[in-house]
Nanobody, 123 residues
């Protein structure tokens, strides 16, 4: 059974930083990519960042480019999202997700989700 467990959320002031973690277990897909998504109140879920293990290539949504960094420790089966210079508009529930195959291009590629961790940024 695949389990993705996020941690590291919390409340910070604008300009602050948080690091989210996602520990994966029971995940034996041949996929070599994982991703972070977020959903703000009243808005649709959106992709934040993805990482491909093989070459280390990454994708970032425009609103977070230059502020967020996705990384992973394959030995620990853990995915990270370092969030710096946080803004009130980053307030959302953040989800770790894993694909079934080797594609991380869109939300439909991700059948496995964590329970989410809440991030609140105050101005």
């Amino acid at each position: 059974q695949v389990q993705l467990v996020e941690s590291g959320g919390g409340s910070v002031q604008a300009g602050g930083s948080l690091r989210l973690s996602c520990e994966a277990s029971g995940y034996r897909s041949r996929s070599y990519c994982m991703g972070w998504f977020r959903q703000a109140p009243g808005k649709e879920r959106e992709m934040v960042a993805t990482i491909y293990t093989g070459g280390g290539s990454t994708y970032y949504a425009d609103p977070v480019k230059g502020r967020f960094t996705i990384s992973q420790d394959t030995a620990k089966n853990t995915l990270y999202l370092q969030m710096n210079s946080l803004k009130p508009e980053d307030t959302a529930t953040y989800y770790c997700a894993a694909p079934f195959g080797g594609s991380c291009l869109s939300e439909v590629d991700f059948p496995y989700w964590g329970q989410g961790t809440r991030v609140t940024v105050s101005s």
